[in-house]
């Protein structure tokens, strides 16, 4: 997993060719997804962000996580962006990351059963399930891993 930036366009960047060429040319980009701009470093997006203000064609500017191998869950297209075939965008600002760090393992299994219909997004990281959220389920995922007898370790990384 790495830490970027996305840097969105309005849609009218898609009459405006030449604005996007720009982009492309004089920036790093590390992806481009419609009118999503992927940076890895700050200044780039920054740049980014001052042509599309000055032709009026700015939207805003996410942080967000670029993974690879992953389960998107139910609620990954409110959250995130499929790049390649194994590569996922995800937007930072409304996610909560998660692990179950103790606990029986049926227990474990059943309480990620519970958890998987509320998920953006599941992978594993430093060879650890990771698990993504919505962040106004934390309380619902608290009280399930409760239920279950679980413990559950929530990464701060914002």
């Known amino acids: 997993m790495k830490s ?7 849609g009218e960047i898609e009459f ?6 720009l982009i492309l040319k004089e920036t790093n980009i590390a992806f481009q997804k419609d009118n999503m701009f992927i940076y890895l470093r700050a200044d780039d997006a920054d740049y980014a962000k001052e042509i599309l203000t000055a032709a009026e ?3 805003e500017l996410h942080q967000v996580i670029l993974t690879n191998n992953g389960i998107a ?10 790049l390649l075939d194994d590569c996922y965008c995800l937007f930072k600002a409304d996610l909560l990351y998660f692990s179950f760090t103790a606990g029986n393992p049926n227990d474990i299994q059943m309480a990620k059963y519970q958890v998987e219909e509320h998920l953006v997004f599941e992978t594993i990281h430093n060879e650890t399930a ?12 608290q009280n399930i891993a409760k239920a279950y007898k679980t413990v559950l370790s929530f990464t701060i990384d914002k």
Request: aromatic share 18%; glycine share 6%; no cysteine.
């Open 130 to 141: 990771l698990f993504f959220s919505e962040t106004h389920n934390k309380e619902l995922i």
């Open 4 to 10: 970027a930036f996305a840097v969105e366009a309005k």
């Open 57 to 59: 064609l700015f939207e």
């Open 16 to 21: 405006l060719p030449e604005i996007k060429e």
């Open 73 to 82: 869950g139910p609620y990954f297209e409110d959250f995130g962006i499929l």
